[in-house]
């Protein structure tokens, strides 16, 4: 089947944007569409230059026999500051508060367009790192690892407080939770993660970092590497902070239950 070029366009630009970071080569669209390579190597420079354009990504050539385009995700401080700024307002909103200064956050963890947007923002600092799998732990930093994952197109791995049965034989260890300060266990398959891999950790939110911590204490056992530490809501008001190296969107000032006051601000996405 002949395609025209309007068709092409659409079809290789939704194509590449379902395989972000895979190496696509030339041969496959060119079979794809019956077409020549000097053509879909002029559609190529049309979807590379919209793409950023539009602050979606861009399209990495890679020369040689074996070569072909890889889509990385980029999203501009043009486009992530909006969205990074609404965040702000939703998590300051004052019925989020719950008895003990704790927030309800379950509703923007749920929204897909809100996840999905912030998995595309935190994916875009790492689209061109060496990352392998993103890490996150049960249950609410799901969503949000699950949205940076597809975005980086590689595995997820969730740590558990306890075992599965149909998760086979598993590494189990103990942590010091940084907020509480109670001592916690974690668990993960053995069949999660795979010698020298590299990892990206995703939680929803981080007080002191002992989950975190707890984590990165997990992934010596496999003998995998620390890529990158990126959340969604950080607290900044906290005795000791044990993570330094992390990515924030969105930053917790201060609590205040008794006036019932939410003062958030934007994280440190972008001083990095």
Known sequence: MKFRRSERLIDMTS??????????????????YSS????????????????EKQGIGT????????????????????????????????????ERLLPGGYLYLTDILGSPQVVQKAGRIIASAYSEKKIDVVMTIATKGIPLAYAVASQLNVPVVIVRRDSKVTEGPT????????????????????????????????????????TVMGMMNMLEEFDAQV??????????????????DYLSLVKLSDVDVKEKKINVQIGNYFDK
Do not use: W
């Open 36 to 51: 020549a390579k000097s053509s879909i190597s002029e559609d190529l420079a049309i979807v590379k230059e919209t793409l």
């Open 227 to 244: 890529a990158g530490i990126a959340v969604l809501v950080e607290a900044e008001k906290t005795e000791e902070r044990l993570v330094d």
């Open 15 to 32: 194509y590449l944007l379902d395989h972000p970071r895979q190496l696509v080569p030339l041969t496959f669209f060119a079979e794809r």
């Open 59 to 94: 399209l990495q050539t890679v020369p040689g026999a074996a070569g072909g385009v890889k889509f990385f995700v980029k999203v501009s401080k043009e486009e992530a500051e909006p969205f990074v700024n609404e965040l702000c307002k939703l998590i300051a909103d004052p």
């Open 171 to 210: 590494v189990s260890i103990n942590y010091v939770s940084g907020s509480a300060k109670r001592i916690q266990t974690m668990v993960l398959s053995k069949r999660s993660i795979k010698q020298g891999e590299n990892v990206l950790i995703v939680d929803d939110f981080m007080k002191a970092g002992g």
